[in-house]
């Protein structure tokens, strides 16, 4: 600011030169000076006028780079702050993944957990019933309560069953949690057996059990023997399911009964028990993973047992159906297409 007051200084001083060069010019002219004072007087002017002019055009050289560097400065300060805002925003976006991943990992350990302990209790589900039945027999033979040598080797024939299944069972992956259906499916091993006769050795495997809870089981079939092609294994785990199913919750002492007979090209399986049933909803879902009705309050489970006989069975390529109203206990019926020899 001090400097273009100078500047103008200048001007005004190269102005008045110039005036008093005019005015020594028409002096001369009128012959009241000489004609040396004139061109003095002309050549202080010219200089004067020129070094005006060349300090204009500094100034005006020195305002463009002002304004230069002013807009300079604007642009780093916008750049400053378009680079705040980016590091702000990179910071809350970093915030979030990080937010985000965690909410991932947790999500992900809570679905292990959730897996880990369906796991655990498809396994406890599986396995219990049958340790149950050896245990029984087991305890039996311990006690002396069986004192002929035959009935003692057939006890103990009993229990090698029991733990081959259950061997078979684990082997066989029937608890693993990742897609059962898909496992089952890929898992059928179909062979010719007499279906009569595993159910009626499965009942009998289940007197001590049932007679504990005044439970009578027992099968009525009109032919004394079905052969069928089939997986023994898994249609052994679906009686015992069944079995279980209704000492658990019929909710008082009664009768269970499985009712085996043949309609056309399918092989029909009732079981029936007069406990106090649930209502017709209710029964609709009993082959729902994870289901429980509203009967089952202070019993153990997992809602799981029914769900795999569903799947067993549609593996087989049968059905599953249910009905069922208070007070009149339950009915489910299984079909299962009779086959008449070994698809292998």
């Not at 200084?9 to 010019?25: H, N, P, S």
């Not at 300090?55 to 680079?83: C, P, V």
């Not at 010719?192 to 005044?214: R, S, W």
């Not at 007979?261 to 049933?277: H, I, K, P, S, Y």
Request: with cysteine.
């Amino acid at each position: 600011m001090t400097e273009r007051v100078k500047n103008r200084g200048l001007y005004v001083a190269g102005g008045c030169a110039i005036a008093i060069e005019v005015l020594l010019c028409i002096l001369g002219g009128m012959q009241l000076l000489s004609g040396w004072v004139v061109l003095a007087g002309a050549l202080v002017c010219g200089v004067i006028a020129v070094y005006a002019y060349q300090l204009h055009m500094s100034t005006k050289h020195a305002d463009a780079l002002l304004a230069q560097l002013a807009w300079e400065q604007e642009q780093l300060q916008y750049l400053r702050e378009q680079i705040e805002q980016e590091r702000k925003a990179a910071a809350a976006q970093l915030e979030e993944e990080r937010a985000s991943a965690r909410r991932e990992r947790a999500a992900l350990e809570q679905a292990c957990e959730q897996r880990n302990e369906a796991f655990l209790s498809h396994v406890s589900h599986e396995l219990r019933l049958p340790i149950s039945v050896a245990v029984g027999y087991a305890e039996l033979l311990r006690d002396g309560m069986v004192e002929e040598q035959d009935e003692q080797r057939e006890y103990l024939a009993k229990i090698a069953e029991r733990l081959h299944l259950i061997n078979e069972m684990l082997s066989r992956s029937l608890c693993e949690v990742r897609n059962e259906e898909e496992e089952i499916t890929a898992r059928l091993k179909k062979v010719p057996f007499d279906l009569v006769d595993l159910l009626q050795k499965g009942l009998v495997d289940f007197c001590a059990l049932t007679q504990e809870k005044e439970i009578d089981c027992q099968m009525v079939t009109l032919a004394p023997s079905i052969p069928v092609v089939a997986d023994p294994v898994l249609l052994q785990h679906v009686f015992d399911n069944l079995v279980e199913n209704a000492m658990k919750y019929m909710g008082r002492p009664g009768t269970v009964t499985f009712v085996l007979a043949c309609e056309q090209d399918a092989v029909v399986l009732t079981c029936r028990d007069d406990g106090f049933g649930m209502d017709s909803k209710q029964a609709a879902r009993i082959f729902d993973n994870g289901f429980r009705g509203a009967n089952t309050h202070g019993q153990s489970g997992s809602g799981h047992g029914l769900h795999l006989v569903d799947i067993i069975v549609r593996a087989h390529g049968g059905t599953c159906t249910a009905e069922s109203a208070p007070g009149r206990g339950m009915r489910i019926v299984l079909r299962l297409p009779i086959q008449d020899k070994d698809p292998a």
